[in-house]
């Protein structure tokens, strides 16, 4: 049997990836959290429950890896942003001890996290709307508004706000390093991108997420597009993809997608994208082991509502504080 450690089990991500992977005969699921009550740690026996750190504590790398070491764990399997780079910076070191990093390079996560960056990668390959670092001579003039300022770092929606006016964007306090970027009128597309270890793509499925709380679709539509597909593929291999992503477009005013952002992680509408016939957790899984995998996976266009779903269990079986 297979051992899989899956972090961030409270997101929707990872409660994601630790179903498709129970649905395997041939995997044992650990899972890992920061909060005991975090819904996917109930979701494994009780011997696969454990707390660690959160992912920007100190500790948080080595309490990862002496759970992978007491654990027997073959495959880690990390579903939250700030953990990737961290865990990627000791991928030799898990390794050399037995377990296996299924997530981006450092490199593919640095050009990803830092949304200046990839726009920058992905210039001249796709569609990329103007994009400039707030405060420098470049980003003074030249728009036309409404604009969009966002983080140049962060994940979700977090800190973007839409910007009407020149004279509002001089009000704009620059507290951290804030991005400018040409607002897009088109329709918003989600692609799943899964690409194999030596960066072919396996499969991009286009989403549209039609109704969104906290950042997460909850009700949504797969999308038959060979135009969205192969801009979001582009983009995978213009960033080293060789494992699960989520690269998000929009239509500009001709129609044609342009790039948005991409998240280097399995996204918590993942389960729409395998109802729809590709289940990337078990993909890369096989990937990572070294196990043939498809070179191309067809979807259905299938839609999706998502409903609350209680895990009850006794009190005792409750992980203590840690």
């Keep these: ?29 650990v899972a890992a959290d920061m909060d005991r009550w975090a819904s996917g740690l109930y979701l494994v026996a009780a011997d696969g429950r454990h707390l660690v750190p959160a992912g920007r504590d100190g500790d948080f790398v080595d309490v990862v890896r002496r759970t992978c070491a007491d654990q027997r764990i073959d495959v880690l399997i990390p579903t939250v942003d700030v953990e990737l780079p961290r865990l990627a910076a000791v991928r030799d070191l898990l390794a050399a001890a037995g377990t296996l990093l299924a997530s981006p390079s450092l490199r593919t996560l640095d050009t990803c ?8 990668a992905c210039a001249g390959v796709v569609r ?28 979700g929606s977090r800190g973007v706000r839409v910007v009407g006016s020149a004279r509002e964007l001089d009000t704009v306090h620059d507290d951290e390093d804030l991005l400018v970027q040409e607002m897009l009128p088109g329709q918003e597309y989600s692609v799943d991108v899964l690409a194999d270890s030596q960066g072919h793509v396996v499969a991009a499925v286009p989403r549209a997420r039609l109704r969104v ?18 801009t979001a ?4 291999r213009a960033v080293g993809l060789t494992s699960v992503a989520n690269v998000q477009l929009k239509r500009d005013a001709d129609g044609v997608p342009a790039l948005l952002e991409v998240n280097p992680r399995f996204p918590g ?17 096989d990937d990572v082991l070294g196990r043939p995998v498809p070179r191309s996976v067809d979807f259905l266009e299938i839609a ?11 009190i005792a079986d409750v992980l203590p504080a840690r």
């Design 269 to 285: 509408a993942m389960p729409l994208t395998i109802a729809a016939g590709v289940d990337m957790p078990s993909l890369m899984l």
């Design 113 to 120: 996290l830092d949304k200046l960056a990839l726009a920058h």
């Design 213 to 230: 709380d906290s950042g997460v679709a909850v009700a949504g539509v797969t999308v038959r597009d060979d135009e969205l597909v192969a």
């Design 233 to 236: 593929s582009a983009v995978a």
């Design 128 to 155: 990329v709307p103007r994009t400039e670092l707030f405060g420098t001579p470049q980003a003074l003039s030249g728009w036309e508004f409404p604009v969009v300022v966002k983080p140049r770092r962060g994940a």
């Design 1 to 29: 049997m297979t051992r899989v450690l899956v972090t961030g089990a409270g997101g929707p991500a990872g409660v994601a990836v630790i179903r498709s992977l129970l649905r395997r005969g041939d995997v044992e699921v």
């Design 304 to 314: 999706n509502v998502r409903h609350l779903e209680d895990v009850f269990l006794p």
